[in-house]
């Protein structure tokens, strides 16, 4: 089956640093790639969707400006959190979509990003 | 009224117990809709589709209603593995954008 490769698995950085999680679609081409984040006991909420070869589209609330979204290739999106705080650490999630559209995505495995 | 809102759960359940899971949606535009089962630190991993006609994998049943904008999931004879938090997930527009539920944690015990 499909599979979204995501890494790096969990990353520890200090506050003010960037740090990038990638996520890669091993065989299938995403032309969708939804970005996630889940905090302690919450539900996965969307920050973003970005399309291969255009920009992201960001939800309400979601700095387009710190987390910076990369779709450059098929089966490659990026998620940036630049200058991280605190209040960034949280769990990353991405799923890919591949062109026949279908409705069920395929999750990486997620990200666990602690920011000190 | 949230968009996709759960039962707060948690639920703790003995080995072989039957335990039912609500989920209500707002969107009544909304077009397709899903259990996941998301384990502790772990990615979110399709459990199953929920159809207008209910359908049934084994163990779990899944039913729609989307009159009242309800969606169930039943778990019969419960295992030890079936503990994990159940996410009630509503898509609905061309992206197949995605809308989760808070989660439901589910404990089966011995």
């Known amino acids: 089956g499909a599979v979204v490769s995501q890494h790096p698995s969990w990353v520890i950085c200090k506050s003010g640093t960037s740090v990038k999680i990638e996520c890669r679609s091993l065989?299938?081409?995403?032309?969708?790639m939804f970005w996630y984040r889940q905090f302690p006991k919450q539900s996965l909420m969307l920050m973003a969707t970005?399309?291969?070869?255009?920009?992201?589209?960001?939800e309400q609330g979601v700095e387009k400006d710190k987390f910076l979204i990369n779709h450059a290739s098929l089966t490659l999106s990026t998620l940036t959190v630049t200058s991280a705080h605190p209040e960034d650490s949280s769990f990353y999630i991405c799923?890919?979509?591949?062109?026949?559209?279908?409705?069920?995505?395929?999750f990486g495995a997620g990200s666990r990003l602690t920011v000190l | 009224r949230k968009e996709v809102e759960q039962d707060p759960g948690p639920f703790n359940v003995p080995e072989g117990a039957t335990v039912a899971f609500n989920c209500t949606y707002s969107?009544?535009?909304?077009?397709?809709f899903f259990w996941y089962r998301q384990d502790c630190r772990k990615e979110p991993k399709l459990l199953m589709s929920?159809?207008?006609s209910g359908n049934e994998d084994g163990r779990f049943t899944a039913q729609l209603n989307r009159a009242s904008q309800y969606i169930s999931l039943l778990i019969r004879d419960s295992k030890l593995s079936d503990s994990a938090t159940y996410l009630c997930?509503?898509?609905?527009?061309?992206?197949?954008?995605?809308?989760f539920g808070k989660g439901t944690l589910l404990t089966v015990n011995p």
């Open positions: 969107n009544s535009a909304s077009q397709s």
């Open positions: 799923s890919g979509q591949g062109s026949s559209g279908a409705n069920v995505l395929t």
């Open positions: 065989d299938f081409q995403a032309t969708t």
């Open positions: 970005s399309n291969e070869g255009s920009k992201a589209t960001y």
């Open positions: 929920v159809y207008s």
């Open positions: 997930v509503v898509s609905g527009g061309s992206n197949y954008k995605l809308t």
